[in-house]
């Protein structure tokens, strides 16, 4: 079946750099695109950016400048990297699948919470 | 592209039937979906594309709209269904989410 597994560290300090991992099980990441979306401690939801299933990638321009992801599809994993963290990126970052065709987000990761604290 | 949700809690009792609003600052055609979330748990899609259904969601969960006006309507709520509902549009980019209506109990 279809699953999503983030993994990371849980704190973070200001000023550094965030690495979560997002390893998929159950489709291709040459077949399907995965989406990291995060949710600031009780707040809303947020896309962040997209690795599609041919290996582009685009971000949502708030988040642009300090953003990349990546993929080893030998791994079947997807990278995020964001830098210069500050308090305000504490929250559950959640890597999700998106149907081929489809602009919504029909699988979920568990999620994984990141404090940024010094 | 904003999505504004409404109201932003609602109290009810279970075995009311319910709409949910979600309102876009443009029109967003048919392309908004609707996530259920519980507590310390990932959101899961209920309706896709304003009116379409998930498979192995519940029928009481419905959805209508088009352009800027949406709704959610979930007929006779039922203990599980407490929690908060957004939207996501994704007619453009960057893709969005509302604020999140809070379905509690009365």
């Known amino acids: 079946q279809v699953q999503l597994t983030e993994s990371g560290p849980g704190l973070v300090h200001p000023s550094e750099t965030l690495s979560l991992t997002c390893t998929v099980s159950?489709?291709?990441?040459?077949?399907?695109?995965v989406y990291w979306v995060r949710q600031p401690s009780g707040k809303g939801l947020e896309w962040m950016g997209r690795?599609?299933?041919?290996?582009?990638?685009s971000y949502n321009s708030a988040l642009k400048s300090r953003l990349s992801i990546s993929r080893d599809t030998s791994k079947n994993q997807v990278f995020l990297k964001m830098n210069s963290l500050q308090t305000d990126d504490t929250g559950t970052y959640y890597c999700?699948?998106?149907?081929?065709?489809?602009?919504?987000?029909?699988?979920w990761g568990q999620g994984v919470m990141v404090t940024v604290s010094s | 592209i904003m999505l504004t949700q409404s109201p932003a809690t609602l109290s009810v009792t279970p075995g009311e039937s319910i709409s949910l609003s979600c309102r876009a600052s443009?029109?967003?055609?048919?392309?908004l979906h609707w996530y259920q979330q519980k507590p310390n748990e990932s959101p899961r899609v209920l309706i896709k594309?304003?009116?379409q259904s998930i498979s192995g969601i519940p029928s009481r969960f419905s959805g209508s709209g088009s352009g800027t006006d949406f709704t959610l309507n979930i007929n006779r709520v039922e203990p599980e269904d407490f929690s908060v509902y957004y939207c996501?549009?994704?007619?453009?980019?960057?893709?969005?989410f509302g604020s999140g209506t809070k379905l509690e109990i009365k």
């Open positions: 594309y304003a009116s």
């Open positions: 690795m599609r299933y041919n290996g582009d990638t």
């Open positions: 996501q549009q994704s007619n453009s980019w960057p893709l969005t």
């Open positions: 443009q029109s967003i055609s048919t392309n």
């Open positions: 159950g489709f291709s990441l040459t077949g399907y695109s």
């Open positions: 999700t699948r998106v149907p081929r065709g489809g602009y919504y987000f029909d699988y």
